[in-house]
């Protein structure tokens, strides 16, 4: 821990493998992290660079096989819950950590009433009666934004819009008034005018319920307008960590910067000529003993092929990174590593 | 922004008042109960060598739009005039003859492309069907093209799924390059491609285009790079257009309240200047393109809706050289509007609709 409270989860060294019949994908590569309470995380990082995989090990919600989580340490209420059975962490899953997966169709059974499946875990997990369960269960619809709530309970989730379904799905993760909430890119799939609705929700919601979140997105514009701190992947790791100003003025990782510059923006000024970051993500067939980034860095040299940067404190409070890259010059670099040492998480 | 030359110049497409209708059918003998007005009168023109982006909402007609000018429809009314050419109700087998200068890059690379195939029979299929061509000449061909596109050579033979998203997306350019077309309609080129390399394919169109002298319609809903590839832009909602402007009047000064709301809703790269923006949330969802409402087709979700607007459809009028516009706001004649070229109309009920929003 760097600052601040006590953390609600606090991550350290996990690490994922998929056995496939082509190999190991070795997808999550010592991956350390927290989240304080009341904060939000959000989590950049190219397709492919383990944002959705880190969350679900830690949840337990990739299945096995082919996923094996090889090691590390997720300490949630004061234990480790990757040592949890299944059924503790599907209670969990249910009261204490919400998750809002990408695609809302996925995770709504067409089958059921939204309001059967808002209230399921009211009463399974809250042991509420029926009736208590469908006042709180339209409470919530109201929360996020629908109108009608209480007659909407009725209808099935193909009568709701992209947005509304969205919005369903933000209202069962709360439904149990969790600590954490993990959202998986959940507005990826919307259009720009419903996106910027479900993020003033989102704001409104923090204020009045004051959980911690982690959000993943590949768009920094959302990371800039919401998030307290960034974290950044690449080839399963974590490149870069910072809040969020310092990310956006000082980033220090060459992906974190080339990232900054391939986006444009619809104000200010136009740049003539799109920055590109030249060739492939890493094929991460086995666990890194080099950095991932290497072949596609113009900062590159043969300490980056020898040896795995170690994330190391650099420029503001709370800020560090993986790369043996040095922007300050090498001075700096090693006045950083001497006063601070290795950053854990 | 008007530019005394392009009055001379004769443009590449001209389309008027198109229309795309799809029926709706119902019950066991499908009969006709309605229809989807996917594009409702839709006019535009583009310059030859220029690029025309299209913008708008998930189901807003903008493929539909591409599609229907390429004429992969029979189109339901409306003129299209290509080079000159009037295609709007020519026969499929008349249109064999035009289809080489028109071609078209879909989305998502990986539906398109037959997994089945090389590279190399992959960008000659437009060949084989179009020209009679020697089998050397053709792969001559074939080479240039992938040179053009930044493939290498060894990869003639491979298939695509030895490919990345990115490189996938150059063989579907290559092959819409293949016949030396001079119109192209991207349908979304980049939503399927990660961030750091949709960067590479937008680079890419924009060096084939001055090589080649192409003209593009460039659609998508990512208006930062519309904004990045676009000379002009054109602004759809439910199957209208209801704004097109020359690219930098219309992202500083956008005069529809439905772009003013699309452009404030784009979260900024930035966390500086996110707090400052002043976002007009819009509320509640796009009404059916089979059952549009009466009037102007925003003023269900319209901060600066009039009563005028429920009423009468508005004409798109050009307000200023080369800024044409939809809407009541902007039209002099109708006496409950405000003078045209305010950039913030209705300034009340627009500030209700700020922020915070429930
Ligand atoms: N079931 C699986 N079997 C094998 N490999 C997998 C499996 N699921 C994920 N992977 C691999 O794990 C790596 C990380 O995937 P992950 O889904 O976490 O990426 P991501 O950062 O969430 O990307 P995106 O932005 O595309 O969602 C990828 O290389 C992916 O191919
Ligand atoms: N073949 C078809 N038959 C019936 N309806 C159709 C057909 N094709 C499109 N539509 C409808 O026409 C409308 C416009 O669709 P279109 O695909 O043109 O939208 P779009 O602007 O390209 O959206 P997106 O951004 O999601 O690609 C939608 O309501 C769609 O459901
Ligand atoms: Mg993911
Ligand atoms: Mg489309």
């Not at chain 1, 960034?230 to 990232?259: I, S």
């Not at chain 2, 229809?35 to 409702?40: G, H, P, Q, S, T």
Request: one cysteine or more; proline letters at 8%; charged letters at 20%.
């Amino acid at each position: 821990m760097l600052n601040g409270d006590a953390p609600v989860l606090d991550v350290r060294d996990l690490k994922t493998v998929f056995r496939t019949r082509g190999g190991e994908v070795h997808a999550v590569n010592s991956v350390s992290f927290h989240l304080r309470p009341g904060e939000l995380l959000g989590v950049v990082g190219e397709s492919g660079s383990g944002k959705s995989v880190t969350m679900m090990s830690l949840i337990g919600l990739l299945p096995s096989p082919p996923a094996e989580v090889r090691g590390g340490q997720v300490m949630f209420g004061g234990r480790d819950i990757l040592k949890a059975s299944a059924g503790e962490l599907r209670r969990l899953r249910g009261r204490e950590i919400g998750f809002i997966f990408q695609d809302p169709m996925t995770s709504l059974n067409p089958v059921f009433t939204v309001g059967f499946q808002i209230m399921e875990p009211l009463r399974k997990h809250m042991g509420m009666r029926p009736e208590a369960a469908r006042v709180r269960a339209a409470e919530l619809l109201d929360l996020v934004g629908i109108p009608d709530a209480r007659k909407r309970l009725k209808d099935f989730p193909h009568q709701f819009s992209g947005g509304m379904r969205q919005r369903v799905m933000i209202a069962m993760a709360l439904a149990c008034d969790p600590k954490v909430l993990i959202a998986d890119e959940p507005t990826t799939a919307l259009d720009v005018t419903i996106q910027a609705q479900i993020l003033e929700l989102v704001k409104d919601l923090r204020k009045k319920l004051g959980m911690a979140i982690v959000w993943i997105t590949h768009d920094l514009g959302v990371i800039a307008g919401i998030a307290d701190r960034v974290m950044v992947m690449y080839g399963g790791q974590v490149v870069e960590q910072a809040p969020v100003r310092a990310l956006f003025a000082d980033p220090r990782h060459p992906y974190t910067r080339a990232l900054l510059q391939t986006v444009p923006s619809v104000r200010g000024e136009r740049a003539p000529k799109l920055k590109v970051i030249e060739g492939q993500p890493p094929l991460l067939g086995a666990h890194p003993t080099a950095c991932p980034f290497r072949f596609r860095c113009d900062k590159a040299h043969d300490r980056c092929g020898r040896e795995n940067p170690q994330r190391r404190v650099v420029g503001a409070p709370g800020h560090d990174v993986a790369c043996h890259w040095d922007p300050d010059g090498a001075g700096l670099a090693a006045a950083g590593l001497t006063s601070e040492g290795v950053v854990n998480g | 922004m008007a530019d005394p030359a392009r009055a001379t110049t004769e443009p590449l497409v001209q389309v008027r008042d198109l229309k795309m209708h799809f029926p709706v059918s119902r019950g066991l003998l499908g009969r006709k109960t309605g229809a989807i007005k996917a594009v409702d009168g839709v006019s535009f023109d583009i310059m030859p060598r220029e690029t025309l982006g299209m913008v708008g909402e998930s189901g807003c007609g903008k493929s539909t739009t591409g599609r229907a000018v390429l004429r992969l429809y029979d189109i339901t009314g409306g003129s299209i005039r290509i080079n000159g050419t009037e295609i709007g109700q020519m026969s499929q087998s008349a249109l064999r003859k035009h289809r080489p200068t028109m071609q078209m890059v879909f989305q998502d690379p990986q539906a398109c492309l037959n997994p089945r195939m090389t590279l190399a029979g992959l960008i000659g299929e437009p060949l084989d069907e179009h020209t009679g061509w020697s089998r050397a000449r053709k792969l001559e061909r074939i080479y240039e093209l992938m040179d053009a596109v930044g493939l290498n050579r060894n990869f003639a033979n491979r298939y695509p799924h030895e490919f990345s998203g990115g490189q996938r997306q150059r063989i579907g350019i290559a092959r819409a390059l293949a016949l030396n077309p001079s119109f192209i309609v991207c349908d979304e080129p980049i939503a399927a491609l990660d961030v750091s390399i949709q960067a590479q394919v937008v680079n890419l169109l924009e060096e084939l285009q001055e090589k080649l002298g192409l003209t593009y319609l460039f659609i998508s809903h990512d208006l930062s790079m519309v904004r990045h590839i676009a000379t002009r832009v054109a602004v759809m909602y439910l199957g209208k257009v209801v704004e097109i402007a020359p690219r930098e009047a219309l992202y500083a000064d956008p005069l529809h309240p439905y772009t003013q709301a699309l452009l404030s809703s784009v979260p900024d790269p930035d966390p500086e200047t996110a707090q400052q923006v002043r976002r007009i949330i819009l509320k509640g969802d796009v009404p059916s393109p089979a059952n549009p409402p009466q009037g102007c087709n925003f003023c269900t979700r319209c901060p600066a809706v009039m009563p005028v607007c429920r009423e009468i459809e508005p004409e798109t009028r050009e307000v200023a050289p080369g800024r044409f516009v939809a809407c009541h706001l902007h039209d002099a004649s109708v006496p409950t509007s405000i003078p045209t070229g305010g950039p913030t109309p209705g300034g009340a009920s627009t500030t209700n609709q700020q922020g915070g929003s429930s």
